[in-house]
C-alpha cells in the first residue's frame, strides 16, 4: 500500500472517530435533555424548596416561596409558614410539627391540616404552618423560644409522635434539602441526582441507632435491659416541659396533638411514655390520634400515604379531629 493510501486511511480513521464522539455526545446532550424536560414537565422538578441554616433551632423554610411539585402547589408566606395567610382579623392558629405537618408534594396548600382546622373551625380563622421536614421536638422548641413575635393573643397546635423526641436538633447539613437554587443546566436531572447521591451518603456515614452489627442493642441510648436510659429519658421530659412552658407562656392558648404512624411495633409503648412525660398537664389541651383513630374504627390505609404521612384524606380526617376537640374543650 503506498504512503498516500495509508495516509488517507488513517485521515478516514480519524474522520469516523470524530464522528462518532460528536455524533454521540449529541445523542447523550438530547437524551439529558429529554430526560430533563420529562422530570421539570412531570414532576416539576429542578426548582426545590429552600431552607437557611440557624444555629440555634437548625433551620427552616425561606420565606416566600411559590412553586408546583408533583402538580401540587407549595406556597410559603412571608413568615416562612406553609399556608394561604391573609392579614385580617379573626383568630389565628399557630401549627408546629414535621414533614407530616408540613404536607410536602402530597397535598396542596388548601388541602393541609392546618388550612382545614381553620376551615371547620368557622370563617374569619386564619393558620400559619411551621411543619418543617426532619424537625425534631427541640428544633420547634427552640424555634417557639427564638422567635421574637408576639402570640399572646394566638392559639398554637403542637403536632408531634416519641420519634421526634428522639431526633434531638436535626441540622440542615445532616439533611438532603437545599439552601440555594440549583446552579447551571439539566437542574431536574442534578436535583434527582444531588438528593439520591446525599441520601446515600447518610445512610452509609450516620445512622440513628449507635447498635453496630455485633452489638445487642445500642449501650449509649439503653441501658442493660434494653430500656432507655434514666438521663436519656429525662431528657425527653425537659424536651417536653421546655415546650409546654413556652405554650402556656408565649400562647393565648394551646393543644398538644400526638400523631400516630401506621406500622410502628413500638406505638403502643411509646404512647404510653408520652402519657407519663404529660401526666402533670391538663388532659384536655392533649389529644393521642391513636386513641381517636381506635375509637372512631378508622382504617389505617385510607389516611396514610406511607408509614408516617397522611394521604389528602388524612390530612382531612386530622383537622376534623383538631377542629371537633378544639371546639368541645375551648371557650
Avoid: W
Amino acid at each position: 500500500m503506498s504512503y498516500k493510501k495509508q495516509l488517507m486511511n488513517i485521515i478516514s480513521k480519524i474522520k469516523n472517530k470524530i464522528f462518532f464522539l460528536i455524533s454521540s455526545t449529541i445523542i447523550i446532550l438530547l437524551c439529558l435533555f429529554l430526560i430533563d424536560f420529562f422530570l421539570k414537565k412531570k414532576f416539576n422538578l429542578g426548582n426545590p424548596i429552600l431552607y437557611y441554616h440557624h444555629p440555634n433551632f437548625g433551620y427552616a423554610i425561606r420565606p416566600d416561596q411559590k412553586i408546583i411539585r408533583f402538580d401540587k402547589e407549595i406556597k410559603i408566606d412571608q413568615f416562612g409558614s406553609r399556608s394561604n395567610f391573609i392579614r385580617g382579623k379573626g383568630n389565628k392558629f399557630v401549627f408546629y410539627g414535621d414533614s407530616v405537618l408540613y404536607g410536602g408534594r402530597l397535598v396542596n396548600n388548601d388541602e393541609l391540616i392546618s388550612e382545614l382546622t381553620c376551615k371547620y373551625l368557622g370563617a374569619n380563622n386564619r393558620c400559619l404552618n411551621f411543619g418543617t421536614n426532619a424537625y425534631g421536638l427541640e428544633n420547634i422548641t427552640k424555634r417557639v423560644k427564638q422567635d421574637q413575635t408576639n402570640y399572646k393573643n394566638d392559639f398554637a397546635i403542637f403536632v408531634f409522635n416519641y420519634d421526634n423526641l428522639k431526633r434531638g436538633v436535626a441540622k440542615l447539613s445532616g439533611q438532603p434539602f437545599f439552601n440555594k437554587p440549583i446552579d447551571g443546566n439539566f437542574k431536574a436531572i442534578n436535583e434527582v441526582i444531588l438528593r439520591y447521591v446525599d441520601i446515600k451518603r447518610l445512610k452509609y456515614r450516620y445512622t440513628q441507632s449507635n447498635k453496630l452489627e455485633f452489638e445487642k442493642y445500642d449501650k449509649y441510648l439503653l441501658d442493660s435491659d434494653k430500656q432507655i436510659k434514666i438521663e436519656v429519658q429525662n431528657y425527653y421530659q425537659e424536651i417536653i416541659d421546655d415546650l409546654l412552658y413556652l405554650a402556656k407562656n408565649k400562647f393565648n392558648n394551646y393543644l398538644i396533638v400526638i400523631n400516630y404512624s401506621k406500622e410502628n411495633i413500638d406505638e403502643n409503648k411509646n404512647n404510653i411514655n408520652l402519657k407519663k412525660m404529660m401526666n402533670n398537664y391538663d388532659k384536655n389541651k392533649i389529644i393521642f390520634l391513636s386513641d381517636y383513630f381506635n375509637k372512631e374504627k378508622i382504617e389505617f390505609p385510607k389516611i396514610f400515604f406511607d408509614n408516617v404521612h397522611l394521604n389528602k384524606f388524612g390530612h382531612n380526617v386530622m383537622a376534623k379531629i383538631i377542629a371537633k376537640h378544639i371546639k368541645n374543650n375551648y371557650e
